[in-house]
């Protein structure tokens, strides 16, 4: 059937063109680009605005800190303390900021306190659907630096600077930093 | 180094959405804007360019920068890509100044543009939350207002700031925009008004925060020989700084201020700094920016600031790291008044990103746009005769030219530019 469409259309062209008169064929006359019905998802038609998908699945090694997520899977926590000056980061990374020395690594306690907080009533789309929910920054003793987390169990009524926190690990480890997330300590 | 001079700018219209221009049209338009301000200056004066933008991701195009070059026929000559994340405008302005200053240009535009209608906001909060750390910040909830929130969340912890101190912010800057026609918001507001609008993040609401924009803004900038050649009311660039931070807050350290000229130690013997409640890179800039002006006391030796509000609360903060006023006295000097329009010094008289919006890579030229044209005296003539947000010299400084500070400033404080503009009038 299409293609009797497809003789149809050709010949008419053909009467029209000045080869008709017993002259060949144009050689390419019947080079067409395939149709699809694919279409195209129109926003607005003034200016033309049209749907533009992009999508990307990365091969994401964590290469140096690696032990960390692993780690997690294993309920611990693990930080980067200074191998020359002693420095504490309760965030991993390779080299010292302070001094630029290698770093190794260490267990951080798995209490803490919120150094600071919020609640997140909006978000990246990713994380849209989880709102509101509680972003701290974890302060342990004998540590020099942060660690972010997620703290749950507490609302933007109870949270509060200072308030004694504990680590809580997922059972099924999905190797992101939410593999660990904080809960209150204690009643404030 | 050699005196650097601006001889025009141009900027367009910020708005939510401009989807009837490309951003190399709206470079363009800006680009004209400032070639039209400065009638002698002609296209083959031009040596080079320096473009920004900061996301890739929003326009779904590499190298767009060269796109923007060649539609204000700007090539073949030299031009190169700069970007620091919020600051990128900012960057892009010191950029085109070392071209100057280092002698190896005697002419170069400065052109940023940002189109951020593209995407939904959640997707744009997605794109801007990638400047934060993939590995260990973004996956736990990437969120920049998020982020800013937990900062002032700590600097009310340390310092007794209210959340109606940040909300006169936004009045403030709001009802400045009033009177700038170029604002993408024109919003005469209350307190109540900013704490009634949504929670974003506690204790952001919605009116606490800057929003997404589509636009350009274009600086030109010169050698002294060019300027008098072209311009009769050029403006100098007396000093510039810079400064930066780790990109986690995380790991910022809890040690000692570093110290303003015009600063005591004794100010600061108890405070942790900066931790997540100041910006080190601020500070940093700032204290260069002043060292190369000649500044000893910034509250005596600028006449005005634009600065980056991405936030109410950032406004706050970087009252202080510029040393407007002492650390944890950022509320308290917008509770009294000194950063009003009539105040001891104006802060954002233009509105600032709350109001004017924040299209991010033109965002920081725009700032140095308004600053020229303050400096200048030329702010009726841009603003269809509206010269109310025109900042007056402080009183009894005959003594000296008129000055403005520009400061652009990265993600959580990652990236600050300070840039000091004085009057040649
Ligand atoms: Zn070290």
Redesign the pocket.
Known sequence: MAKTIANKKSSKRAQASPAKAGGPKPKYDKVRLPESDEGAVVFCTDPLTVKSHYEIDYIHSYAEDSPFFRGLAEGKLCGSE?T??G?RFATPRAY?M??G?PTKWFDLPLNGRVHTWTTCYFGSEAFLKEAPFNLALIEFDGVNTLFLSRLIGATEKDIRVGMPVKAKFRRLAQFKPTDVYFVPAEKA | MRPVYMISGGITKFAKGEPRKSFRVMVKEAFDYAMRDCPRLTRERIDGSVLSYFSDHFTRQLMAGIMAADMCGLVPKPTIRVEGGGSTGGLCFQEAWRHIASGWMDCVVAMGFETMSHVNTWKGNEFIALASDTNFDYPVGGFYSGYYAMMVVRHMHEFGTTVEQMAQVSVKNHKNALHNKWAQHHYDLTVEDVRRSPMVAYPLTMLDICTMSDGAAVAILCSEEVAEKLCDNPVRVLGVGQGSDAMRMADRPHGNVILLKHEDASWYKNLKYPGVHSFRAGRMASKLAYEKSGIEDPREDIDFVELHDAYTSSEIQTYEDMGLCKYGDGGKFIEQGHPELTGRIPVNPSGGLIACGHPVGATGLMQAVFAFWQLQGAIAKHNDGDGFIQVKQKRGLGRRKMRGAIHSHAGTGTYVTVSILESTR
Do not use: N
């Open positions: 200074c020359k000056c420095y010292c302070e001094c020395a």
